[in-house]
């Protein structure tokens, strides 16, 4: 896959000439993009028009250096990280409450989202003129999963919100149209799943391209959203039993090249490419390692066990006074700690050789992320470049939603066992104990999926579909040396606010959701 922004052209005008709410932003056709009459000429134009759908990928999320899936932005929503930059004001909103005004967030990820789906749209409506046969059954495959992807986010993040699957094109811009509900926006995205499971490519996953099994991966989430365990539990084994992918024996390569491209573990991911296609504003190691703009919560860091297994109480492995030692190895792939040098893969050099909290932008109290760092960049700064792809699914999360799906389906049997096994295994930590009861063991899964895919941005997402959302995050306290900084999360937050800008250019019809 390429970020051609060449290759916009139609796609960019369904995009420029968005609806997202059913309204134009603009009355005018882009003079520099080519209108519907000038494309679908050729067998090309189907390859470039997929492409550019595959663009909205590195779509911004309003705020300086990072895009909405750069995914450990996102657990700064959580109990997790905290963004000291307020970065497209979600610092803001974290501590003081989303509103319909809040940070860029709340109006770029809702834009973002039907963006993509006009686009998809679009090429929906006009790629059988140019292509058919297999190629075209595996481009309308492609684009029905971008389609779910994204109104998957709109679910997710808004609820119930609009429904359009018509070509940009031929709806009328100076009507109106009101939301559906949550229950039916995910109907549609099972829909577009399904037909795009029964088009893609039964492969491993390689080259930015969705394949059937990404498909099938994306569904299982649905299913675990909607609580449909024992389905989601059945295709999460079908993905399983398939034996095309496995766990990387290296944690820490699934999130820096070159080493991502090898990994049989990524199933999905935002694909970069230097020099072409580069992050957002800046490399990662920059953002995350020089300017520390995500750092770890000591809540997050107290999560992990020793090495044994057991809670740093009750381990016989576990020496007081020296914390950051024997303990499960993703705690020191995925943070710095102090005192860490070279040994320790710091990546800086001189006054700066020995990690230290209060210098260079680390903020005592929190940690400095590890995780996503290439090991061999040397003192990252502005001007740095990284590629690393953003990684949207992995084996592993196949692995534990089956556990989670299975456990709370049919309680903790020898399969659910199995899986966590896999995860925990690879990483060094010993087996789960036997016997545990159901109850336990979905507080043992619950606790696998936070440190396995810490800065990973599912965190969020997790605490929302399990109900504790509110349990954890209002009035959680990210620094305990800042006891007074404390986030705020509301029932109504379990839907965010429709942009105001939305709803203003779409009343009386649209209406926003309640609460705000």
């Not at 000439?17 to 059913?22: A, N, P, Q, V, Y």
């Not at 005018?28 to 067998?43: G, I, Y």
């Not at 024997?326 to 320790?344: E, H, I």
């Not at 999360?397 to 903790?412: H, K, R, S, T, V």
Request: glycine share 6%; proline share 5%.
């Amino acid at each position: 896959m390429k970020k051609c922004q060449q290759y916009i052209l139609l796609i960019a005008v369904a995009a420029t000439t968005l609806f997202s709410g059913c309204k134009k932003i603009l009355d005018v056709m882009p003079p520099d993009e080519l209108a519907t009459s000038q494309f679908w000429k050729t067998p090309e134009d189907a390859d470039k028009g997929l492409t550019a759908l595959y663009n909205y990928l590195y779509a911004s999320s309003g705020g300086y250096a990072t895009s909405q899936f750069s995914v450990f932005a996102w657990d700064n929503f959580t109990d997790d990280s905290y963004g000291q930059y307020n970065y497209g004001g979600g610092r803001n909103a974290l501590t003081s409450g989303i509103t319909p005004q809040s940070g860029d967030f709340v109006n770029a990820y809702y834009v973002n989202s039907y963006q993509a789906i006009a686009a998809v749209n679009s090429f929906l409506a006009n790629v059988d003129k140019v292509i058919s046969g297999d190629k075209l059954t595996l481009y309308k495959g492609e684009a029905y999963f971008l389609r779910a992807f994204n109104y998957f986010w709109l679910a997710q993040l808004y609820g119930n919100t609009v429904i359009i699957t018509e070509d940009p094109f031929t709806v009328d811009f100076t009507s109106s149209r009101a939301k559906s509900s949550r229950e039916d926006v995910l109907k549609l995205v099972l829909t577009d799943l399904d037909a795009a499971i029964a088009a893609l490519p039964d492969v491993a996953y390689g080259d930015g391209h969705a394949v059937k099994a990404t498909a099938q991966g994306y569904k299982v989430r649905v299913l675990m959203f909607q609580k449909k365990y024992a389905e989601a539990a059945a295709l999460a084994n079908t993905i399983i039993t398939a034996n095309k992918y496995s766990l990387n024996a290296s944690y820490a390569g699934n999130f820096y090249k070159p080493d991502q491209n090898n990994s049989k573990e990524i199933m999905f991911s935002v694909r970069y490419l230097r020099a072409n296609i580069l992050h957002q504003d800046v490399a990662i190691a920059v953002n995350l390692q020089r300017w520390k703009g995500e750092q770890g919560t000591q809540d997050l860091i107290d999560e992990y066990e020793a090495a044994d297994g057991k809670d740093t109480a009750s381990s016989a492995v576990y020496v007081k006074g020296k914390p950051y030692e024997n303990r499960d190895p993703r705690m020191r792939l995925s943070f710095f700690f102090p005192g860490d040098t070279k040994a320790q893969g710091w990546p800086f050099t001189g006054a700066l050789s020995v990690a230290t909290p209060g210098k260079d932008s680390w903020t005592t109290g929190y940690y400095a992320v590890k995780k996503w760092l290439d090991p061999s960049l040397v003192d990252p700064d502005y001007g740095t470049i990284d590629d690393n792809d953003f990684v949207l699914l992995r084996y592993a999360d196949i692995l534990l939603m089956y556990a989670e799906a299975q456990n709370e389906a049919a309680g903790p049997d020898g399969t659910v066992y199995a899986a966590i096994k896999l995860v925990r295994n690879r990483a060094n930590m010993p087996d789960l104990p036997a016997g545990l009861s159901q109850a336990d063991m979905r507080t043992r899964i619950r606790h696998e999926r936070r440190v396995e895919f810490a800065l990973e941005g599912l965190r969020y997402f997790d605490l929302r579909r399990w109900g504790i959302a509110k349990q954890k995050l209002n009035g959680f306290i990210p620094n305990p040396l800042q006891p007074t900084v404390k986030t705020k999360y509301q029932d109504n937050y379990e839907f965010w606010p429709i942009p105001q800008s939305e709803i203003d250019r779409n009343a009386p019809v649209l209406l926003q959701n309640p609460g705000y």
